[in-house]
């Protein structure tokens, strides 16, 4: 009855090799994020989908790619991996977006270790 | 502008303590003010959220204090537990901030027993 879930929990993987995290919410929530979590627990929007549609674009390498299927669905592909994407990757979304009443859940977060 | 600035960095706390985070804003279209608590290799969970119309909001041994001249609010935790430690987040989000919530950078308490 997870409601944001992610896979994988751990990737560890070489520089240079491309990867995916997926997720998925079962809350019915149209707004869908990715944050970066680095190692200080500092906590930076990648990216938001509201609608399967793209809203919040940070300055984020374009080797950084979200698709979005379904509004249920928002998956991230990282191409060409480097050592500074090490990083904890967590999914999240929510409901009443840009009502400022948000509530965002999380997911349980990738541990993504670029070696 | 859009940024929540938190302090400290890390907080250790006795058993049966007061913890106490602090948050800062610019921007005053901001209107809704969560605080978000993380366990190690969680995700961040909603602990306890405050509208400026009111100046305090408690939920147990939780409570929000909001001060809206000074664009300030706080998280107190009364008789802090072990169970408490965690890293915690303050954030802010609503008026043009659009579908942005803007977090601080987080706060890691540890309640020593």
């Known amino acids: 009855d997870t409601a944001v879930s992610q896979t994988p929990k751990y990737l560890v993987t070489q520089m240079g090799n491309d990867k995916s995290i997926k997720c998925e919410q079962n809350?019915?929530?149209?707004?869908m994020y990715w944050y970066k979590q680095d190692s200080k627990k500092f906590l930076k929007i990648m990216f938001s989908y509201n609608n399967k549609e793209l809203i919040i674009n940070e300055t984020v390498p374009n080797r950084f790619s979200p698709k979005s299927p379904d509004k249920a669905h928002l998956n991230l592909h990282i191409n060409s991996l480097e050592l500074g994407d090490s990083a904890v990757y967590f999914c999240?979304?929510?409901?009443?977006?840009?009502?400022?009443?948000?509530?965002?859940?999380f997911g349980p977060g990738t541990r993504l270790l670029v070696l | 502008q859009q940024q929540v600035k938190q302090s400290p960095q890390s907080l250790i706390v006795q058993k049966g303590g007061i913890s106490i985070i602090n948050c800062a804003y610019e921007?005053?279209?901001?209107?809704?003010f969560p605080w978000y608590q993380q366990f190690p290799g969680k995700g961040p969970a909603l602990l306890i959220a405050i509208r400026p119309d009111v100046s305090e909001k408690k939920e147990g041994r939780f409570t929000i204090s909001f001060n809206k001249s000074a664009k300030q609010f706080s998280l107190h935790i009364m008789d802090s537990q072990p169970g408490d430690s965690a890293t915690y987040f303050c954030?802010?989000?609503?008026?043009?901030?659009?579908?942005?919530?803007?977090f601080g950078a987080g706060t890691r308490l540890f309640v020593k027993a």
């Open positions: 954030a802010a989000s609503g008026g043009t901030g659009g579908f942005k919530t803007i």
């Open positions: 999240a979304s929510s409901h009443l977006a840009g009502t400022g009443q948000e509530t965002q859940y």
């Open positions: 921007n005053t279209a901001f209107d809704y």
């Open positions: 809350l019915g929530h149209d707004t």
